[in-house]
């Protein structure tokens, strides 16, 4: 079921949603008509949101340009369809943290070449495809903790040749493979304590 769509003029709200639009902020608790104002949106936050799949068509007429930071906090989230940020050029901070996703498939992230912090923390994680995390050459700061992952594929940090921070905390690792960090030259700390 879909219950919000950001593809026409209109969305359809069941929750609070926040709009940040050149520094102006805007809380709607009612359907919301973006058809004034989609190139200025610079924020979008989802909040007191309940759904079981976020959509690969979610924002495929937002503009690419306009969006630098979207936030699916405490939605009960449990899938993350593929492409769904595809073409979201300008995406610098992706936040799905609080929610219900067991694993990540490739293309998750497809096309956000700009993202800086991806925070995936305090879910059910408990596999993540290798290739998860591929072509996100811009990101620093990546939180994986408080989720169930048990193993780590060697090449799943492949590529994110600027990550700095990485959070591992609170899985269920028990063994990494010491390829898995290779090539992390900008990595200043991963914590990863059980």
């Known amino acids: 079921m879909v219950l919000f769509n950001l593809s026409g003029t209109l969305l359809v709200v069941l929750c609070v949603l926040f709009l940040k639009c050149e520094g102006k902020s805007y809380h709607y608790t009612s359907p919301v008509d973006l058809s004034s104002h989609p190139s200025d949106i610079t924020s979008i936050t989802f909040r007191n949101f309940s759904f079981s799949t976020i959509l690969s068509t979610t924002f495929q007429h937002v503009p690419p340009s306009c969006c630098e930071e979207i936030h699916f906090d405490n939605t009960k989230t449990r899938t993350l369809q593929p492409f769904t940020f595809s073409g979201m050029s300008f995406l610098t901070f992706l936040s799905i943290k609080n929610n219900k996703l067991s694993d990540l498939d490739y293309g998750s992230f497809d096309g956000i070449t700009s993202l800086t912090h991806l925070l995936l923390n305090n879910n059910q994680l408990s596999q993540l495809d290798p290739l998860v995390f591929h072509g996100l050459t811009s990101l620093y ?26 959070y591992l905390d609170n899985n269920h690792l028990s063994k990494l493979n010491s390829s898995t960090f290779h090539g992390l030259w900008c990595l200043v700390k991963t914590i990863s304590a059980k």
Do not use: A
């Open 141 to 166: 700061y990546l939180y994986l903790n408080n989720n169930q992952l048990t193993q780590l594929d060697p090449s799943l940090f492949g590529g994110l040749k600027n990550l700095i921070w990485l």
